[in-house]
């Protein structure tokens, strides 16, 4: 599932930021919170309930994420993006929900100027950051990035189309995030009041904590060989997303490779910013302003977000470890 595992973080990260998300909680606790872990998305996805026992939610939930898989996955067989990529510039009927995310690309295409591109699929295919095929040659980086321009998608009613017939596209810097806020309606639907949900890294909280406190949500510390937190994010209801160069990466002849790509060079981003948090009303705006911080750097990324509805503000963390803080979040650092 490449197009959808842009953030990975293993059970041990899952754990401590559930544990972050519960410290802090000196009020009335629930008896026994529900909780369920699936592997979907490519990583460890866990939703929490605090006021039900209803564990039909909870499945409902879950098996939500897992049909969003299935509809938005890049390799997946029969999938709308895959029809997609593989009608060679054909028009293709697609669901409403998936050229929703797509056009929604596109306009994080626009805000970046061009570095967060969906239409990155043939250079994201190219590298593999298990490490097993190292870097991808010059000649096949420079075709790859010759098919990159979210300008050539083509949108009519539910109908995707592709200018270049060559270009895929990977919608794994928005999915789990759209998948987040789609899993979240479906809680408040059935009555839920306060949740936590955790994609692999994309957290949204629902609602409020039982006893009034703010949600603590842990901030990981790039690098660290026992994923350690630099602090938690204090909030009410939102989306808390976290990117970083350290999630996927190999390291070839003494050069460390990560997988924000820049879509003009077609190698990882050189960039000062080595992990970024947002904080959002939406998780799909909160996964791709994370990447797009990566991109461009916390500076101009916090003037591109200028005013941006619904982006309440981003804690960065710089490659001398640094940690800047942009808009309004609450941040509470490790003592």
């Not at 995030?177 to 789609?182: S, V």
């Not at 990117?243 to 000062?272: A, C, W």
Request: include cysteine; aromatic fraction near 8%; glycine fraction near 12%.
């Amino acid at each position: 599932m490449r197009g959808l595992r842009r953030k990975f973080f293993s059970p041990v990260f899952i754990l401590i930021a559930l544990n972050a998300l519960l410290s802090g909680c000196n009020g009335k606790q629930p008896a026994e919170p529900i909780s369920e872990t699936r592997l979907l998305l490519n990583t460890f996805c866990t939703i929490t309930i605090y006021d039900t026992q209803n564990r039909a939610i909870l499945n409902e939930a879950l098996d939500l994420c897992a049909e969003y898989e299935a509809l938005l996955s890049m390799t997946a067989e029969g999938s709308d993006v895959w029809r997609i990529n593989h009608a060679r510039g054909a028009p293709v009927d697609v669901a409403p929900q998936t050229v929703e995310i797509i056009r929604a690309g596109l306009e994080y295409g626009g805000l970046s100027g061009g570095m967060f591109d969906i239409t990155i699929g043939r250079l994201s295919a190219l590298w593999d950051f298990t490490g097993q095929s190292g870097v991808p040659s010059e000649s096949d980086i420079a075709y790859a990035c010759g098919t990159v321009d979210y300008r050539q998608v083509e949108i009519n009613g539910n109908t995707v189309q592709l200018a270049n017939p060559e270009a895929w596209i990977d919608l794994g810097g928005i999915a789990k995030g759209y998948i987040a806020d789609r899993s979240a309606d479906l809680l408040k639907e059935r009555g839920v009041r306060s949740a936590v949900i955790d994609l692999g890294g994309n957290v949204v909280a629902v609602g409020r904590k039982l006893d009034g406190s703010p949600w603590r949500i842990g901030v990981t510390k790039p690098f660290s060989e026992r994923n350690d937190l630099i602090g938690v994010v204090e909030t009410g209801e939102a989306s808390v997303v976290s990117s970083g160069v350290y999630e996927r990466q190999f390291e070839e002849n003494g050069v460390r490779y990560h997988h924000i790509l820049d879509p003009f060079t077609g190698m990882p981003v050189k960039s000062s910013v080595t992990g970024a948090t947002v904080v959002t009303v939406s998780s799909m705006d909160g996964d791709a302003l994370s990447t797009i911080m990566l991109l461009l750097g916390g500076e101009r990324a916090s003037e591109a977000f200028a005013g941006l509805t619904g982006f309440f503000g981003a804690v960065i963390v710089d490659e001398d470890g640094g940690v800047s803080l942009h808009g309004d979040v609450g941040f509470r650092g490790e003592q």
